[in-house]
C-alpha cells in the first residue's frame, strides 16, 4: 500500500505541475525497438534508391565477371573397366566384383606425380601441382566408368591434357600392372563454349546484395534517427499528454 501512495502521489504532482515536476524516463540504451510498419513505409519511400542500387549491383556483378575475369573451357574424357565377357558371352561375375574394387584405385592413380609430370612435358604445363588444380576425376554411382574433367583458360589446352592424360595412364596400367580392361568411351573433345564464369549469376549474386545494402541503410536510418516524430511518440517518451501540436505551414 506504501508503494501504490507513493505513486499515486507523485502522479498528482506531474498533473498539478508538469513541467516542474516531470522526471524523465530512463532510457534502456541496451534494447532497441524497430517499428516494421514504419520500416515498411521507409523502403517505400526509398524504392527509387533501392532499385537504383538493385540495378546497380547487377551490372556491376555481370559486366564485371565478363570484363575481368577470363573465361575457362572444359574438356571430358571417360574411361570404362570392362568385365570378363566369356565365348558364350556372360559376364564374368567375379571380373564385374573385381573392377569396381578398382575404381577407387583407379581414380586416385589417374592423378598420380608419374602421370602427371609426364603429361606436363607432353602439354607444356609448368608443374604438376598446376595440372592438379586444373583436374578433378569423378565416378559415374553404381558403374566402373571414371570421368577425367580438364578446366582451363584455353580449350585446345584443355583438350590436350586430358586426351594425354589418359592415354599415359592407360599405357602406364597396361605396363606397371598388366591391367588391358580399360577403354576410353568417351574422347576428349574441343569445346570453345566457356563453362566459367557465370555472368548471370554473379549479375544476380550483385543485384541480391545493392538490394541488401540500401535495405541496410534505411534500417541504419530509423534506427539511429532519435527524433519524435509524432504527438504519439512525444507522449510516450516524456509520460505527459502532449496539450497542443502547431501544423506544419508551406512557405
Not at 566369356?86 to 592423378?111: F, P, Q
Not at 604438376?128 to 569423378?138: A, F, G, R
Not at 540500401?214 to 505527459?240: C, F, H, P, S
Request: proline share 4%; with cysteine.
Amino acid at each position: 500500500m506504501a508503494s501504490y501512495r507513493r505513486n499515486s502521489l507523485r502522479r498528482s504532482q506531474v498533473s498539478a505541475n508538469p513541467i516542474n515536476s516531470y522526471i524523465p524516463p530512463e532510457e534502456d540504451n541496451d534494447e532497441i525497438t524497430i517499428d516494421l510498419g514504419e520500416v515498411w513505409r521507409a523502403l517505400k519511400k526509398h524504392i527509387a534508391l533501392l532499385t537504383l542500387l538493385t540495378v546497380i549491383g547487377g551490372l556491376v556483378g555481370g559486366l564485371g565477371t565478363k570484363f575481368l575475369i577470363k573465361p575457362t573451357y572444359a574438356s571430358s574424357a571417360s574411361i570404362f573397366l570392362t568385365p570378363m565377357v566369356s565365348d558364350a558371352g556372360y559376364v564374368d561375375v567375379n571380373s564385374m566384383n573385381s573392377n569396381e574394387k578398382l575404381v577407387n584405385n583407379v581414380m586416385t592413380l589417374i592423378v598420380q606425380n608419374n602421370i602427371l609430370s609426364q603429361v606436363a612435358r607432353e602439354t607444356g604445363v609448368g608443374s604438376v601441382e598446376e595440372l592438379k588444380k586444373e583436374i578433378s576425376v569423378t565416378n559415374t554411382p553404381n558403374t566402373t566408368m571414371v570421368t577425367l574433367n580438364v578446366v582451363t583458360e584455353d580449350a585446345k589446352l584443355s583438350k590436350a591434357i586430358a586426351t594425354s592424360t589418359v592415354n599415359t595412364f592407360i599405357d602406364q596400367m597396361k605396363d606397371t600392372l598388366n591391367v588391358s580392361n580399360i577403354e576410353i568411351v568417351d574422347k576428349p573433345r574441343l569445346s570453345y563454349v566457356p563453362v566459367g564464369p557465370h555472368v548471370k549469376r554473379n549479375a544476380l549474386i550483385g543485384a541480391v546484395l545493392g538490394l541488401g545494402l540500401g535495405g541496410l541503410y534505411v534500417v541504419l536510418q530509423i534506427v539511429m534517427d532519435k527524433r519524435l516524430k509524432n504527438k504519439e511518440e512525444a507522449e510516450n517518451y516524456l509520460g505527459i499528454p502532449v496539450l497542443c501540436e502547431l501544423p506544419v505551414l508551406d512557405d
